[in-house]
């Protein structure tokens, strides 16, 4: 771990974090954030300040699996010797999982391609205890094959004005979803319980044998750009297309009248995941 | 939800718990317990004290999948009314999965035939910001054949001396250990990464393509009757077997001598899990 000033190197941090704690990713005057953690580490060991520059925000309470920071520092230290250092230093609730040294010319968030976000549904008469921060609770019957439908009327390139929050400053509305994917995951419906390793994770507990059946759904929705609040809100509307109180086709009148109205609410932040950021 | 006063009941219930905010399952005074957070509850709604009794205690920071309590009640309400009215006054870290009246003879403790306990160990070398309160990190190398050698050893009719802690009043220590199984799941091994349900949940997010590659063991043990500290320190033995500080043979001796300066370490109480509870 030697510290030269032999030239400034750009790196790129792959970092997860659990974003209960935090008003967010971007750095706040009087707020507790993930940037602000992450420079405020940085400051310390180069003894002047460090920008961080993220792939994007995420929201207070939105956690991150695969969230992408760069920033320049002129000390030599290797990968393994960044990851070690800032573990050490960072709050267990944030961790790098991966540093590498690229082009001074990256850009971690111009250089965007597309991005992944999940989010997780716990779909069960009880809530998990364990899953609590990490999903969105929601005891009522839900019709997943409609989520389905729904979910596929949103993918392509639109103009996604109803699924956005009105605080969005941004004129221009249209994004492409690539991909959106509503999963479910029943442990209960495993060949054999033993072989699903589903049953062997602290996120199963609640399915006890003695408990009603509980169900993991995950909304998976990969694009090239998004506005704020969109997954959210487009979780939020899918849950109300699962209750039977929207259907597919005024979910497509939404989208065409780029009516927030007619769009769903904004499903709670901690059932979000920045899952993957992805580069050219 | 009517009450009346139509004699006295006995309630059976399955509860899990995270255990992360709690100095244990037993009530005891000037400290919040899983006990005392019921029997706050049980009083409020009787007007009177409410004992409740456990299938037996965990310690501080251990959680439970299914511990299993009974109380005794003159409330009429029926199965789904208890779920529902101990759900809303409980805090969200412990929850009522399943409640069901029991003949009178019914004991929560004397009826148990047989418990297991669940360890899980996050093997990556950098923690998963997700799991932090629910496994133990160990991110050195460990030989998981010789761990499941170990385990073997340990399966059986024995005295645990060497496995409890000096603490313990108890002077048999013999205990019947029914199943101890080691399990290993490596995400990364899965057939395909889309199909792999492991992939999707919010555990496994650390093992992010990027990050070098984290697997989950899970020691899951299972025995008519436990010792104080007993899965603890035998999941902390089969971590020095793992890291080749201690050979199955030399397990097999702290058995025989009946040493606990043989056997390994306690392991963390953020591993381990009261997994389930079974009656005749």
Known sequence: MSEQGTGVNKWKCTIAYDGSAYAG????PNAVTIQGQLETVLERMHRHPVQVVGSGRTDAGVHARGQVVHFESNLSLDEKAWIKALNTQLPADI?????????????????????????FIYHAPVHSPFVRHYSWHVPVPLDITRMQEAGCVLEGTHDFTAFSSAKTE??????????????VHSPASGSNSSQTMLADLPVQVTTHKESTEGKLITVICTGTGFLYNMVRIIVGTLIEVGKGKKSPKEVERALRER????AGPTAPPQGLFLWDVFYE
């Open 25 to 28: 990713f971007q750095r706040q």
């Open 95 to 119: 961790r790098i999982l991966h540093a590498e040294k690229v082009p001074a010319a990256f850009h971690a968030r111009h250089d965007v391609r597309s991005k992944q976000y999940r989010y």
């Open 170 to 183: 941004i004129k221009d509305k249209v994004r492409t979803i690539e991909r959106l994917e509503v999963q």
């Open 259 to 262: 009516d927030r109205d007619l």
